[in-house]
C-alpha cells in the first residue's frame, strides 16, 4: 500500500514536521509506503512529484492551512485530518485508512 | 545569537497552569534579551494556545508564536517540577519558541522543523525526561 501526505500548520513552524514525522512512523509500523510533503515556514520540502502519484492508495491532507497545489490529487481518495490530530492520532489515521483502501 | 543557549534551559519550573509556565519561560527568555514585550509575546503565546493547545500528548508541549515582540529567534526548554494540565493532556515537557515576524533567514526554522520531528520519537522523550543538566539537553536538540 502506499500513501501520500501533505502538512502544513498556521506558524509552519511546528505542527507541520511533528505531524510529518509521525505520519511517517505510523506508516512504517504499517509497512505502508508514505511520502509526506511540508509546505513550512522553510518553504516546500520532500516535494510530491507527478511520479510520486502513480500507485498511490490515498492521500492525507491536514486542513488547517490551505494546502499548496491541492488539485495535484484529484483522482486520489483523500483524507483531510486536523494537523493536531495527525500529530497526536497518527497511528489511528493510518489504520483507518488502511482499512478503506482495503474495502475500496 | 544562538537560537538556544544553557541560560534557555530550566529544571524543576514551579507552575500550575498552562499561562503560568508560558509567562516564566518568556520572564527567562526577556533576562536573556530575547523579547521586545515580554506580556504581548505572552498574550500572543496563549492566542495561539486558546485555538489549538500545543500539548501534544507525551507530556510534552510545544507553546510558541511568531511575533512582532520577539527580538530574537530563541527556544527554551523546561522540565516542570509536577507536571501540568495543559487542555486535555498533562504536560511536564516545555519547548517554548518565539520567532519575530518578519522573519530573519531559515537557519532557526531548521532547527526547528528537525527538533519537531525528533519530539516524535519515544527514546528522544525519555533521554529529555532523564538529562541532569543543560549541557546534555543541548547536545540533544542542537
Known amino acids: 500500500m502506499k500513501f501520500l501526505a501533505v502538512t502544513a500548520c498556521p506558524s509552519g513552524v511546528a505542527h507541520t514536521y511533528m505531524s510529518a514525522e509521525a505520519l511517517e512512523k505510523a506508516a512504517r509500523k504499517h509497512g505502508i ?4 510533503e511540508t509546505q513550512g515556514s522553510i518553504g516546500i520540502e520532500n516535494q510530491i512529484t507527478p511520479e510520486d502519484l502513480i500507485g498511490t492508495d490515498a492521500v492525507i491532507l491536514t486542513k488547517d492551512m490551505p494546502i499548496k497545489d491541492e488539485d495535484r490529487f484529484e483522482n486520489i481518495p483523500k483524507v483531510k ?8 492520532k497518527a ?3 493510518i489504520t483507518k485508512l488502511e482499512k478503506m483502501v482495503k474495502e475500496l | 545569537m544562538e ?3 544553557e541560560g534557555l534551559i530550566v529544571f524543576d ?15 527567562v527568555m526577556e533576562e536573556q534579551g530575547r523579547l521586545n514585550d515580554r ?7 496563549i492566542k495561539r494556545e486558546e485555538g489549538a493547545p500545543t500539548s501534544i500528548g507525551f507530556l510534552i508541549a510545544t507553546p510558541h508564536a511568531k511575533s512582532v515582540h520577539v527580538k530574537e529567534p530563541s527556544l527554551a ?7 501540568v494540565q495543559w487542555a486535555n493532556e498533562k504536560v511536564q515537557m516545555v519547548f517554548q ?3 519575530p515576524d518578519p522573519g530573519q533567514g531559515d537557519k532557526h526554522l531548521e532547527i526547528l522543523a528537525k527538533l519537531s520531528r525528533k519530539i516524535i520519537h519515544d527514546d528522544f522523550r525519555e533521554q529529555l525526561m532523564n538529562v541532569t543538566n543543560e549541557k546534555e539537553v543541548l547536545e540533544l536538540i542542537l
Do not use: C, H, Q
Open chain 2, 97 to 99: 519558541i518565539a520567532v
Open chain 1, 91 to 93: 497511528e489511528a489515521i
Open chain 2, 77 to 83: 526548554f523546561a522540565r516542570l517540577k509536577d507536571p
Open chain 1, 81 to 88: 485530518v486536523g494537523v493536531s490530530d495527525a500529530v497526536k
Open chain 1, 33 to 36: 509506503e508514505i511520502k509526506v
Open chain 2, 39 to 45: 506580556a504581548a509575546y505572552v498574550a500572543d503565546v
Open chain 2, 13 to 27: 519550573l514551579e507552575a500550575a497552569s498552562p499561562e503560568e509556565t508560558v509567562s516564566k519561560i518568556a520572564g
Open chain 2, 3 to 5: 537560537l538556544m543557549n
